[in-house]
Nanobody
């Protein structure tokens, strides 16, 4: 079945780095736009970064530009999010999601979601 499984979350100090991974299965990964989203306690879910199906177009939330890098390995059906210079306000559950479009920035187009991985940044 269609499945996304995130890993790599954890507790880190401010200024440190983490790399999240998302393993995809059950669909033609290279035909799907992929994204990372996050939800902090008491807040709505927000997008973090989006990458087109072939990896040629990338879009970041303004507050993570220059600190986070999204990438994908279509041969390994895996999505990554390298997070550097982490801040306490990056604390959230991070989700990867898949859209059958080649590229989209509309969250409503993302139909498949992982279970999430917790990232906690201490000050």
């Amino acid at each position: 079945q269609v499945q996304l499984v995130e890993s790599g979350g954890g507790l880190v100090q401010a200024g440190h780095s983490l790399r999240l991974s998302c393993a995809a299965s059950g669909f033609t990964y290279s035909d799907y736009c992929m994204g990372w989203f996050r939800q902090a306690p008491g807040k709505e879910r927000e997008f973090v970064a989006i990458i087109s199906a072939r990896g040629g177009t990338i879009y970041y939330k303004d507050s993570v530009k220059g600190r986070f890098t999204i990438s994908r390995d279509n041969a390994a059906n895996t999505l990554y999010l390298q997070m550097s210079s982490l801040r306490p306000d990056d604390t959230a559950v991070y989700y990867c999601a898949a859209s059958p479009r080649l590229y989209t920035t509309d969250e409503a187009d993302f139909r498949t979601w992982g279970q999430g991985t917790q990232v906690t940044v201490s000050s």
